[in-house]
C-alpha cells in the first residue's frame, strides 16, 4: 500500500523559509505523481505543488509560484517542499499525497496514499 511521513512543518516569522520533507516508502517510487496538498479548516484541500520522477515538475499552485520550490531525491525516495517568503495566508496543514494526475484537473478523489500531514505556522 505505501507510507509517506511529512517533517520540517513548523512556527514562521513572515518572510521566513521552511522545507518539509515527505519519505515514501512500500512502493515504486515513479508508479506515482508526488503532491504536496494544503488544507485551512473548513476549506477545501489546495493542491501546491506535483512532481513526477521521470515528468519532473508538473504544478504549482499560482499563489505560490516563485515562492516554493518542490524537488525529489530519488535514492532517498523523499519529496521536498522548500518555502520561502512564507506569508500568513500560506498557513495551512501539509500534507505529501501520492497519486496519479499529471494534468491540472486534480481532485483529492485521486490520491493513493496521504500522509499525516505537518502544520505550518505562519505568524508575527
Known amino acids: 500500500q505505501g507510507q509517506l511521513v511529512e517533517s520540517g512543518g513548523g512556527l514562521v516569522q513572515p518572510g521566513g523559509s521552511l522545507r518539509l520533507s515527505c519519505a515514501t516508502s512500500?512502493?515504486?517510487?515513479?508508479?506515482?505523481?508526488m503532491n504536496w496538498v494544503r488544507q485551512v479548516p473548513g476549506k477545501e484541500r489546495e493542491r501546491v505543488a506535483a512532481?513526477?520522477?521521470?515528468?519532473?515538475?508538473?504544478h504549482y499552485a499560482d499563489s505560490v509560484k516563485g515562492r516554493f520550490t518542490i524537488s525529489l531525491d530519488s535514492a532517498k525516495k523523499t519529496v521536498y517542499l522548500q518555502m520561502n517568503n512564507l506569508k500568513p495566508e500560506d498557513t495551512a496543514m501539509y500534507y505529501c499525497?501520492?497519486?496519479?494526475?499529471?494534468?491540472?484537473?486534480?481532485?483529492?478523489?485521486?490520491?493513493?496514499?496521504w500522509g499525516q500531514g505537518t502544520q505550518v505556522t505562519v505568524s508575527s
Open positions: 512500500g512502493f515504486p517510487f515513479s508508479d506515482r505523481v
Open positions: 499525497a501520492a497519486g496519479t494526475t499529471w494534468g491540472d484537473s486534480w481532485t483529492p478523489a485521486e490520491v493513493k496514499i
Open positions: 512532481i513526477h520522477l521521470y515528468g519532473g515538475v508538473l
